[in-house]
């Protein structure tokens, strides 16, 4: 949908809840078009730039996702991530007149950053739904598809979001204010057993049994609702280091909310439907799991590394890898911007389904 030449927009309503593969019913409701068309203009009426974007975000590993791209000036590429906009402004710059890009994201603040380009067409989606948005602005196949996986900087800054333990705020947490399940109601509904596997599996926390105990013994007489709640149960608990504690409980909790596990397996599989042969994957991941479920995927073609074989037993293998090993930024990048320091960057080269 283009107006005045500029770049289009697309927004849907569509719950993170429902990206999963088992099956469940999609939808997805252009009904808040005229927001973005009038509302948010008039209320951000400063064109974006790339200072504007850098003190949103500052893209990790921005040249070596560009060259894993290996980009087509006339190619069609996504940017599932768009956030502050760097890793996009990075593609457009190789891009000539005629290329394109589509950028996704499910956070609408990250609109307010898009270049005035018309070569790039913006989703507010969660990017587990890549395939019908693509399909919807009359994409079918891409060149190349990028995704980072970590959440902006200015998503922990900003304190009502209560990403952070850093401020005080009600533990909202959601990447997309649109979504019913906060932070506060996953810590008031979930029983002591549920909270320990969240607490275990996505934020290695040591001693997640006796602290999903302590938050189930705590709302008992009072809810856990802010972030100074939270610390409050937490603090007699802590083990080492105060700060890393709490920033594993809070990722666990992130995690959870938004059903980053189940988006990123969705969207893994999506892209054999929407790769070109020849196409590009490139991944930035800053966690174990994910890290792990996307090595799998580029391995087998699936998260759980469980190679598929034909009648005759070949294995299928849909992506060549073009790095056997993950890479990670420089030690100059690690100084200069704290967040690269645990991110892994895989590349994968979709070849259709080959058996070896």
């Known amino acids: 949908m283009r107006t005045g030449g500029e770049m289009q927009i697309c927004v849907s309503s569509t719950n993170a809840k429902d990206f999963n593969t088992s099956g469940n019913k999609r939808h997805c409701r252009l009904v808040v078009f005229f927001f973005f068309t009038f509302a948010l203009p008039m209320q951000h ?172 013994q705590q709302r008992g007489s009072r809810p856990i609702r802010t972030t100074s709640d939270l610390k409050a149960v937490m603090r007699p608990l802590i083990r080492g280091d105060e700060h890393r504690y709490l920033a594993q409980v809070f990722q666990a909790l992130r995690m959870e909310v938004n059903k980053e596990m189940e988006v990123l397996e969705a969207f893994l599989c999506s892209c054999k439907d929407v790769l070109k042969p020849e196409g590009r994957i490139v991944v930035l991941t800053f966690h174990s799991l994910e890290d792990r479920a996307v090595k799998n995927f580029f391995k087998t073609g699936n998260c759980a590394g469980e190679p598929v074989r034909d009648f005759y037993g070949n294995i299928d293998r849909p992506f060549e890898l073009m790095n056997k090993k993950a890479i990670e930024a420089s030690a100059e990048e690690k100084r200069q911007n704290s967040r690269s320091q645990s991110a892994k960057l895989r590349i994968a080269k979709f070849v259709g389904h080959k058996f070896d």
Do not use: W
Request: charged share 25%.
């Open 45 to 216: 009426n400063k064109k974006s730039t790339p200072s504007d974007s850098a003190a949103y975000h500052i893209p990790v590993m921005l040249q070596e996702c560009l060259d894993g791209l290996d980009i087509r000036p006339e190619g069609v590429y996504v940017d599932v991530t768009f956030g502050g906009g760097g890793h996009s402004r990075g593609i457009l710059s190789r891009l000539s007149k005629s290329g394109r890009l589509i950028a996704f994201d499910q956070d609408a603040d990250a609109a307010r950053n898009l270049p005035d380009d018309p070569r790039i067409t913006f989703v507010h989606a969660n990017f587990a739904e890549i395939k019908p948005f693509l399909r919807l602005h009359g994409v079918k196949e891409v060149d190349g598809i990028l995704a980072d996986l970590g959440v902006s900087s200015h998503q922990l800054d900003t304190a009502e979001r209560g990403f952070s333990y850093r401020f005080e705020a009600d533990l909202d947490m959601r990447m997309n204010i649109a979504e019913e399940n906060t932070a506060a109601q996953i810590l008031n509904g979930y029983s002591a057993a549920r909270l320990q596997d969240v607490f275990s599996r996505y934020g290695e926390v040591r001693n997640s049994k006796t602290l999903a105990e302590a938050i189930v």
